[in-house]
C-alpha cells in the first residue's frame, strides 16, 4: 500500500525550542502508525534532513511524505516530490 500525506507540525513549535526537530521526527512516527495500522516506522534520511535543514528551532510548519507499507507492516517514508 502506498500514500502521500501531509503530515502538520504546527503544534510542534509550541514545545521547547531546543528539542523541536527531535520531537517533530517522533510526531512524523507517530502520525504513520496511526494512519497506516503499522507497527514499525522506518523514516528515509531525506526526511529527517528535511525537518532539519533550518536548525533544531526552526522546523518547517507541515512535510509532505511518501509512505510505503510493506507485506510485514513495516512502513517506509521518504519525501515527497
Do not use: C
Not at 534520511?45 to 507485506?71: F, H, T, Y
Request: no cysteine; aromatic share 4%; hydrophobic share 40%.
Amino acid at each position: 500500500m502506498e500514500r502521500t500525506y501531509t503530515i502538520p507540525l504546527r503544534d510542534v513549535k509550541n514545545v521547547q525550542r531546543t528539542i523541536r526537530a527531535a520531537k517533530a521526527i517522533r510526531v512524523v512516527q507517530e502520525f504513520l502508525k496511526k494512519h497506516m495500522k503499522a507497527d514499525e516506522v522506518k523514516i528515509d534520511s531525506s526526511v529527517n534532513e528535511k525537518i532539519w535543514e533550518r536548525g533544531i528551532q526552526k522546523i518547517p510548519s507541515k512535510i509532505k511524505v511518501k509512505a510505503v507499507k510493506d507485506d510485514d507492516g513495516v512502513v517506509e517514508a521518504t519525501l515527497a516530490e
